[in-house]
């Protein structure tokens, strides 16, 4: 980890900070501490902050409205709301008012809270990466938010090469092409966000876990905004898992109101996941797969792009990058 990564702790009870310290004591992070919410504000005036974990209820100012502020001077800054009370209008104030990353309650759990700021440093340093990244460092990028599920290694390249190839038979031109690689290589990269114990759980998710899973495409898709990528991108991300009959998420978008270019990848990617072994089954066969795209015209996909793909299957063995 980057010795260099700072988090900021705000909470009015200096016993709160203390313990939140000694959690992540072992971890190479520079800790600031504040037990007002003013004195929060001008250490991130003059600090870069990775990470802000708020206590809600203060004297003087909120967490909400101090991450409201805090949004101001730190956009990139990861947020986080803490408190003692599980307050569900709490909770959707600090994500709507603040834009926070997570909201946990006190009591914490340890091995919870020390994971989810880990998740929200890395969060951090993708957001940093891709402002500043060439096309090499997006594609290790891709490949090192992959590590998190080994199950799915080399799949945001696959999908890219399937999706390439779709977009190479409409003619789609050069730039367009090279926006829907690197939305392929990013379309899984909230799931930075996603504890490993479900992306590796061997069997069905319970309704409150694939919840979880399904947040990554807007996680994702904010981190992609906050660094200024190409719509196309960000449509790639947030959209691919919409369905042509519009009972996809996160938004449950319908045929063309879909962005063509999250229509693509959808098919590359379920194919490839289709293909691919998982912890809970084997890989498919290339006709299985096939015959499940098929079947999926109209519901989950777009009957032409399918009709496009299955064609391409059929008359090439390989993909090659023309980008």
């Not at 501490?33 to 870069?48: F, I, K, V, W």
């Not at 101001?72 to 408190?83: A, N």
Request: aromatic fraction near 6%; proline fraction near 4%; include cysteine.
């Amino acid at each position: 980890m980057d010795l260099k990564t700072t988090i900021l702790l705000v909470d009015d009870e200096q016993n709160i900070l203390n313990a939140l310290k000694r959690v992540l004591i072992d971890q190479d992070i520079n800790i600031l501490a504040a037990t007002s919410p003013y004195e929060a504000l001008e250490m991130l005036r003059n600090n870069r902050v990775s990470v802000i974990i708020s206590d809600n209820f203060m004297p003087n100012m909120s967490g909400i409205e101090f991450l409201q502020q805090a949004k101001l001077i730190s956009p990139e800054s990861v947020r986080i709301m803490m408190t003692g009370h599980a307050d569900v209008n709490a909770a959707i104030d600090a994500i709507n008012k603040s834009e926070v990353f997570k909201f946990l309650t006190k009591p914490w759990d340890v091995e919870e809270f020390k994971n989810i700021v880990l998740d929200s440093i890395s969060r951090y340093n993708i957001v940093h990466s891709l402002q500043k990244a060439d096309e090499s460092k997006l594609y290790s990028l891709a490949q090192t938010i992959e590590l998190k599920d080994p199950c799915t290694k080399g799949h945001c390249d696959r999908v890219a090469q399937y999706a390439l190839a779709v977009a190479e038979i409409l003619n789609l031109p050069k730039e367009r092409l090279i926006l829907i690689k690197q939305g392929c290589w990013l379309h899984d990269c909230g799931k930075i966000g996603v504890p490993e114990s479900i992306l590796n759980f061997n069997g069905p998710l319970s309704s409150e876990e694939m919840d979880i899973v399904k947040k990554h495409c807007q996680w994702g898709a904010d981190v992609a905004k906050l660094a200024q990528l190409s719509e196309t991108i960000v449509n790639i991300i947030l959209y691919h898992h919409e369905k042509y009959d519009g009972t996809g998420y996160p938004a449950g978008l319908k045929g063309n109101d879909i962005p063509f270019e999250a229509r693509i990848v959808s098919i590359a990617d379920i194919y490839d996941a289709l293909t691919s072994e998982r912890p809970y089954r084997k890989a498919m066969t290339k006709e299985q797969a096939e015959e499940i795209l098929i079947n999926s015209k109209g519901s989950h996909l777009e009957p032409d792009l399918v009709d496009i793909f299955i064609n391409i299957l059929e008359e090439k063995d390989g993909y090659r990058d023309k980008t």
